[in-house]
């Protein structure tokens, strides 16, 4: 049942990306007055089609859709979807209808601005739909996230031999003061950080990062996680321990006769004494108290610690408005640098590139309508900046080869456009043969 939730997200998802991202094409081609002969969600690659307006039982039951200009359909491979612009060399490569003369509602008489702006008609939609998903997700929900101001970190093995150690508070990478705890690793290996400035009891230090270890923070997880102190906010009703005399605002110092400064530094000892009744070190005001205490059989004591630097904020819909463009902006300038990063080859970020497999992780197990959004929201953004690479196939592509246009009064041939096209794709099915691969060597790992 959880797969098959993840499957239904990932098709929900993605038919929305896709429909909004050709409806951007759509909508810039009406507008200047290009024929669209194609709408097609999903490839219809050999002609089979689920769905179509001008099949013959659909036109049947709804007759005055199949006199409409444009087809709309479903098509049975879900790579994807197309909007089939009429006088366009596009990834349907037909070149037929090019060698007619060229008539004034098709693609190729239009000016380079036009055709400029209906390719990026769809890029311009994911960006928009973005917005309006966190403009929505901020007036509905809020935000909260962990600050990075007076929050420590707790280190792995790959965060200490860069130099880092638990109990440091990152001050900044460079000249950029992070803001949200969450993005300290994704801010390290996005910017190109050479040195990070920490302060490290009670002292400001150097941190001079070493290059050649970034491939190492984009494949390792976890490297900062939040350093907890191990102090009592309330006790779950629960707990074993719910009666054990445990008040607000204990500090627990040693578990079992071993030092405790963290809630991570606990977790170990806990669980080595699962099911067990065990000794713990408390400072409470001036006092130091030993309580004996019961652990579950997971390894907790059921209690909730107190959390640094949560920062809350609830916003009407139109101050989330401004906030929603800048979510929008910072996304799509955090995945341009994630994708400088893919085509750094020291970096081995390419092996991070991932398929419909990895889009399928992200999502919950179980529906949540802001997780659901979020990500959506993240998606948009990724689909709009995939596009945007210059690429022939792809948006971006087009738009290159339009700017050429624009600045040398020189438009490339038909015939030059339709080799490219075919060299994009090649491109493309090489991209996604990698990104599947990536996925299938994380699923046998």
Known sequence: ????????????????????????????????????????????????????TKSGWFSKLFPRLKNLETEYGIGWLPLGGYCKICGMVDESLDMESLKKEPQPWEF???????????????????FILAIILYTSI?????????????????????????????GDEIL????????????????????????????????TLDLYIDQSMLGDVISTPGMFDVAVPFVIDTVLE?????????????????????????????????????????PVDIIRDSDTLCLALQVDSLGRLGVNTVMPGIVRREYSFLSAIPSGFKMTFSGIGGYLRDLRLVFTPRTEAYKSVGSFIAIGQVFPSSWNSYQFLSILAILSVMLG??????????????????????????????????????????????????????????LIR
């Open 172 to 203: 900044a990478f460079d000249d950029y003061v992070p803001e949200d705890f969450g993005m300290l690793q994704a801010d390290l290996a996005r910017r190109d950080v050479r040195k990070a400035t920490v302060l490290r009891d009670g002292d």
């Open 385 to 442: 900046v995939m596009n945007l690479i210059p690429i022939p196939g792809l948006d971006g592509g087009h738009i290159l080869f339009g700017f050429y246009e624009l600045f040398t009064r020189r438009k490339p041939s038909d015939r030059f456009m339709h080799a490219a096209q075919i060299i994009g794709m090649f491109i493309l099915l090489a991209l996604m043969v990698l990104a599947f691969g990536n996925d299938i060597g994380r």
């Open 238 to 278: 629960w707990s074993s321990n719910a009666s054990a005399g445990l008040v607000h605002g204990d500090r627990v110092v040693g578990i079992a006769g071993e030092q405790v400064t963290y809630v991570q530094d606990g977790r170990a000892v806990l669980g080595e004494n699962a099911g067990g009744v065990v």
């Open 108 to 126: 190729r008489t239009k000016p380079v601005w036009q055709r400029i702006l209906v390719m990026s008609g769809g890029v311009l939609f994911n």
């Open 1 to 52: 049942m959880t797969v098959l939730l993840k499957i239904l997200q990932v098709i929900l998802a993605l038919s929305v990306l896709i429909a909004i991202h050709e409806a951007g094409h759509f909508t810039f081609a009406r507008i200047f007055g290009i024929r669209v002969d194609k709408f097609f969600l999903f490839f219809d690659v050999g002609g089979f089609k689920l769905l179509s």
């Open 138 to 166: 901020l007036s509905i929900w809020g935000d909260a996230y962990i600050s990075n101001k007076g929050t420590g970190i707790y280190v792995n093995k790959l965060a200490y031999d860069m130099g880092f150690r638990t």
